[in-house]
C-alpha cells in the first residue's frame, strides 16, 4: 500500500538556519531518502519551495479565483513530501519518524485512496 507523509515545518525556523546548518539537513534528508529506496520504500520524495512562491486557486460559482500564498495562515506549512511503500500503517509511522526535518515540524502519514472507475466507464 502506498503511503504520503506530507512533512509540516516551520519555515521560520528553517529560514533562521545558517548556510552550513541547512545544507547539513538536506544532505541528511538525501541521505535518509537513499536509505528508504535501498529498503525498497521511496516512491518519490520532494522539498517544496517556500510558501512566499505558492499560488492558491479556487473555483467559486463558475469563477476561477488565484491568490499568493498558502491557504490558510499557519504558523507552519508543508514543506515537502515523501510517498513511500508500505505493508500497512505501522511501518510508515515508523518509517516517517526518521525524517530529518521532523525536527522542525511534524510529519502527517495518510494512506493514499487508489481511484477506479465506476462500471462502464473507460
Do not use: W
Not at 538556519?17 to 534528508?29: G, H, I, R, V
Not at 510529519?107 to 493514499?112: A, I, T
Amino acid at each position: 500500500m502506498k503511503y504520503l507523509c506530507m512533512v509540516i515545518v516551520d519555515e521560520k525556523r528553517l529560514q533562521a538556519m545558517t548556510e552550513s546548518e541547512a545544507q547539513a539537513l538536506d544532505d541528511e534528508s538525501l541521505e535518509h531518502d537513499e536509505a528508504l529506496r535501498k529498503g525498497g520504500h521511496l516512491l518519490a520524495a520532494q522539498a517544496l519551495e517556500s510558501i512566499t512562491s505558492a499560488t492558491t486557486i479556487r473555483i467559486r460559482s463558475g469563477k476561477v479565483s488565484i491568490t499568493d500564498g498558502p491557504f490558510a495562515e499557519t504558523n507552519e506549512q508543508m514543506g515537502g513530501f515523501v510517498l513511500i511503500e508500505a505493508r500497512d500503517l505501522n511501518q510508515p509511522i515508523q518509517l516517517a519518524s526518521h525524517i530529518p526535518v521532523i525536527r522542525f515540524g511534524a510529519v502527517e502519514v495518510r494512506p493514499v485512496k487508489e481511484l477506479v472507475h465506476s462500471i462502464g466507464r473507460g
